[in-house]
């Protein structure tokens, strides 16, 4: 069975920088595009950061370009996202997701994590 692990996430201050980490397993890691997304409060789930399958290529989301980074070790099966200058508006969970296909829509992901919880304090 598919299971995408996070963690790493946490509490951090404003400007501070935090790494999330997602574990895979029961998938083909370099067969399936990687990628992040984000569900603050009263908010719906957004498209964050994806990856390529060879690494190759990544795209942000306009709100965290410059400032997040995704990268993935094909040794670990594991993707990360790391989050720098942080901002109130970053606090939300965040998902791991896997899937064929390389877009930031939500329904073209087929495996998602359970979520890790970051919060940005002011």
């Known amino acids: 069975q598919v299971q995408l692990v996070e963690s790493g996430g946490g509490l951090v201050q404003v400007g501070g920088s935090l790494r999330v980490s997602c574990a895979a397993s029961?998938?083909?890691?370099?067969?399936?595009?990687m990628g992040w997304f984000r569900q603050a409060p009263g908010k719906e789930r957004e498209f964050v950061a994806v990856?390529?399958?060879?690494?190759?290529?990544?795209t942000y989301a306009d709100s965290v370009k410059g400032r997040f980074t995704i990268s993935r070790d094909y040794a670990k099966n594991t993707v990360y996202l790391q989050m720098n200058s942080l901002k109130s508006e970053d606090t939300a969970v965040y998902y791991c997701v896997a899937g064929l296909s390389y877009t930031y829509s939500p329904d073209r992901y087929g495996y998602w994590g359970q979520g890790t919880q970051v919060t940005v304090s002011p």
């Open positions: 029961g998938l083909t890691f370099s067969g399936h595009i």
């Open positions: 990856i390529s399958r060879t690494g190759s290529s990544t």
